[in-house]
């Protein structure tokens, strides 16, 4: 599990207020999630975790996260996370929890729209469902 502030938000959701998100300014944040294999936990509670605290025109962005990988998924227990309600920081704290029981099951994929911005993504997309494709042959073909 990782819990950090990484400054980057991944989606063009994640911040409201302030200059429109762009996929140059997820891209590298983006990359290093996929290479790493992460995951984002789900997590209750504020969506947005950092403010620039200024009384007008404020920017409300979601730049903590909490990662985890498929092993951890597949072998800790159920755990819980929620971002508090922001106080004296400009972030709002986070909290995870354990539970017992073990009632998990997978999420659903989540595009972000932003993606097909990026230059490569249709070239990234035909050579994905031509790997998928070669994968169903290989399965049926026995």
């Known amino acids: 599990m990782i819990i950090s502030d990484f400054n980057s938000v991944l989606n063009a ?7 429109e998100v ?3 300014e997820v891209m590298d944040f983006y990359n290093c999630v996929v290479e790493c294999g992460l995951m ?3 997590t209750q509670g ?8 200024h009384e007008k ?11 985890i990988n498929e092993q951890w998924f597949d072998t800790i ?3 819980n996370a929620r971002f508090l309600t922001e ?11 354990f539970t017992e029981e073990r009632q998990r099951s997978r ?5 972000c729209n932003v993606w097909t911005q990026h230059p490569q993504f249709m070239s990234i997309r035909q050579r994905g469902l031509e790997l998928q494709c070669g994968r169903m042959q290989n399965v049926y073909s026995g």
């Not at 959701?13 to 200059?19: A, S, Y």
């Not at 025109?57 to 990662?67: A, E, G, N, P, Q």
């Not at 999420?107 to 595009?111: D, V």
């Open 40 to 42: 984002e936990l789900p």
């Open 46 to 53: 504020n969506i947005y975790t950092w403010s620039d605290k």
């Open 57 to 67: 025109h404020r920017i409300f962005s979601k730049i903590d996260w909490i990662f």
């Open 77 to 79: 227990p159920e755990c």
């Open 13 to 19: 959701e994640d911040r409201i207020g302030g200059n």
């Open 87 to 97: 106080e004296i920081s400009d972030h709002c704290l986070a909290k995870v929890t």
């Open 22 to 24: 762009t996929w140059a």
């Open 107 to 111: 999420r659903s994929f989540q595009f």
